[in-house]
């Protein structure tokens, strides 16, 4: 029998399942563009040459156009996939919400069965229960949500006069790997099926994004999830501890020197910095760098108990965390408006950034 799970998010101006559709989700600027007419074509006397006539700058009507115009643009980025586990990976023009896993120490004999047990707890985790559909693919129950949002903040949703509008959806995840002969690589791939919407009880073609971004958001809980066995089991091979000191690197600059080596590191790095407060836009395994940003924890009415860390003495905004090898360890600085940070930073997020790694380390 089909279960179905219920969710429901109501909120004033909450964004709809990690797609912005308020004011970050619209272009800046007027929309006049989307109001202009052809003019008058040229009219010339039947006694002279007609000149050819080219379409090439001719004004569309919008009801000839496929898809939203102006204002209904969504201009939302896409969710971004993550690859932060070690031998993990994606291919620079993948269009499906896929990932690669190349088999590294501590994932035994087995890649696809260490990834398909990392996928068991992130579900079980979010208590959605699941079947297997063969030896390569697993179906979801069907998960619904329901959320209200606020019309003075839901242009992409184009609500007209109506202060409040309910948006209902539903779906099942669809969880596929592709290992291949060799036994030592896998591609896990997630789609969303049977996805359906409604706005105010009519049924409305849910977004492509949308649906992307639901779909990334489950691959980068896995990912992360794979990430975390892997190095448990490292670990756990070597009952290693994570010491971070404040020192200097290479290049005699203040860095925090985390005994491990950078290809252990730099996934766990990515996780603690998420979890003391730090949140992760982008990154870049080649050069070592997270991308993040950080804003003092939350309180209030819609942040009901707070953010889930702590307040960090340094300023709010974006910077460039940087790992680089060091000896046998590595070493991390943090660049802000093109500027190293100080001692007095690192200081800051040392004791925090040594409990997360810890942390990580021991789930």
């Keep these: 029998m089909k279960q179905t799970r219920v969710a429901i998010l109501i909120g004033a101006s909450l964004s709809l399942a990690a797609c912005s559709s308020g004011p970050k989700g619209q272009a800046s600027?007027?929309?006049?563009?989307?109001?202009?007419?052809?003019?008058?074509?040229?009219?010339?006397?039947?006694n002279l040459e007609q000149p050819r006539q080219r379409s090439d700058f001719r004004i569309p009507s919008p009801d000839s156009l496929q898809g939203p115009v102006g204002r209904e643009v969504n201009v939302s980025a896409p969710r971004l996939i993550r690859p932060v586990a070690l031998g993990s990976r994606i291919l620079e023009n993948e269009t499906e919400s896929r990932v690669y896993f190349d088999v590294v120490d501590g994932m035994?004999?087995?890649?696809?069965n260490f990834v398909w047990r990392a996928a068991e707890n992130v579900l079980q985790r979010r208590k959605i229960s699941w079947q297997q559909v063969n030896s390569t693919t697993w179906l979801t129950e069907t998960i619904s949500r329901a959320e209200?949002?606020?019309?003075?903040?839901?242009?992409?949703?184009?609500?007209?006069?109506?202060?409040?509008?309910?948006?209902e959806q539903q779906f099942r995840y669809r969880l596929t790997q592709q290992p291949a002969e060799h036994g030592r690589t896998t591609a896990l791939t997630i789609d969303l099926q049977e996805a359906e919407q409604s706005v105010n009880q009519s049924?409305?073609?849910?977004?492509?994004?949308?649906?992307?971004?639901?779909?990334?958001?489950?691959?980068?809980?896995?990912?992360?999830?794979?990430?975390?066995?892997?190095?448990?089991?490292?670990?756990?091979?070597g009952n290693q501890v994570v010491p971070v000191e404040l020192g200097t690197n290479n290049k005699q600059q203040a860095a925090l020197i985390i005994d491990m080596s950078f290809e252990n590191t730099w996934p766990l790095v990515g996780l603690a910095l998420e979890q003391i407060g730090l949140s992760v836009d982008d990154l870049n395994r080649e050069a070592g760098t997270y991308f993040v940003d950080y804003s003092a924890p939350d309180t209030g009415f819609f942040f009901i108990g707070g953010d889930d860390y702590e307040a960090l003495n340094i300023a709010e905004g974006e910077y460039e965390v940087r790992l680089e090898e060091y000896n046998e360890a590595t070493s991390l600085t943090a660049v802000r408006d093109g500027d190293f940070v100080d001692e007095q930073w690192l200081e800051a997020i040392q004791s925090a950034l040594a409990d997360a790694l810890q942390e990580q380390n021991q789930r």
């Design 203 to 237: 049924a409305t073609e849910m977004p492509q994004l949308l649906q992307n971004n639901i779909e990334v958001a489950l691959l980068n809980a896995i990912i992360s999830e794979v990430n975390r066995q892997q190095q448990q089991s490292v670990m756990n091979q």
């Design 108 to 112: 035994g004999g087995s890649v696809e």
């Design 148 to 167: 209200e949002i606020d019309a003075e903040d839901s242009s992409f949703w184009d609500f007209s006069e109506q202060s409040t509008q309910k948006i």
């Design 29 to 46: 600027g007027d929309f006049d563009y989307a109001d202009m007419e052809q003019g008058t074509e040229l009219s010339t006397p039947d």
